[in-house]
């Protein structure tokens, strides 16, 4: 059974620096991708990572940072300068196909979520 399980969210001020984490089980992926979600908003694409490299969403490129585990089955999002903006609900998913990694559509596997609060 395919688990992917994220943690380290949390509460921070604007400006600040969170580290999340996915641990995933059950299988090897093609590709693994944080998304993000707001109270009212569409699900959001934010980074994703696969042997062909790293995509980031326009909005946080050069703040966040994916990074990946292969021994561990793990990916990380390293966010920096965190912005108000940047409040969400942070999703992992996961791929086992090798197709396009920044639609939600190409996701088989997801997390539960990890709240992000930014405060200004």
């Known amino acids: 059974q395919v688990q992917l399980a994220e943690s380290g969210g949390g509460l921070v001020q604007a400006g600040g620096s969170l580290r999340l984490s996915c641990a995933a089980s059950g299988r090897a992926f093609s590709a693994m991708a944080w998304f993000r979600q707001a109270p009212g908003k569409e699900r959001e694409f934010v980074a994703a990572?696969?042997?062909?490299?790293?995509y980031y969403a326009d909005s946080v490129k050069g703040r966040f940072t994916i990074s990946r585990d292969t021994a561990k089955n793990a990916a990380y999002l390293q966010m920096n300068s965190l912005k108000p903006g940047d409040t969400a609900v942070y999703l992992c998913?996961?791929?086992?196909?090798?197709?396009?990694?920044?639609?939600?559509?190409?996701?088989?596997?997801w997390g539960q979520g990890t709240q992000v609060t930014v405060s200004s």
């Open positions: 990572i696969r042997w062909s490299g790293r």
């Open positions: 998913a996961a791929t086992q196909y090798d197709s396009g990694v920044t639609s939600a559509h190409d996701y088989q596997y």
